[in-house]
Nanobody
């Protein structure tokens, strides 16, 4: 079992940076792929970033070059550094976890993740 708690959301202006954090419980955090998704009303959750247990990071094309996922296994925390924020980045951001399996590539679909945080709202004003 993994419990996830996001923090760091808020109201920012266009072009500002913001860093989200996701604290995970459980002793086997190192065995989980971690990911960030975002969702706006009426839309499906959209992949943003994923980080393997070893720290290899992936970003969606829509945020590549602006958003970076990372993790600190010792702190059981995952981060999403968001730079040059745009109004279209406004969404609820969710942290998710999926147990890593040897030989299975990291997943980018929300349905593949088993554990979710409660979400944190990010609002970017124009």
């Amino acid at each position: 079992q993994v419990q996830l708690v996001e923090s760091g959301g808020g109201l920012v202006q266009t072009g500002d940076p913001l860093r989200l954090s996701c604290a995970a419980s459980g002793r086997t955090f190192n065995n989980y792929n971690m990911a960030w998704f975002r969702q706006t009303p009426g839309k499906e959750r959209e992949f943003v970033a994923a980080i393997s247990p070893g720290g290899i990071a992936y970003s969606a094309d829509s945020v590549k070059g602006r958003f970076t996922g990372s993790r600190d296994n010792a702190k059981r925390t995952v981060y999403l550094q968001m730079n040059r924020l745009k109004p279209e980045d406004t969404a609820v951001y969710y942290c998710a976890a999926r147990r890593a399996t040897y030989g299975v590539s990291i997943k980018f679909e929300a349905a593949e993740y088993d554990y979710w945080g409660q979400g944190t709202q990010v609002t970017v004003s124009s």
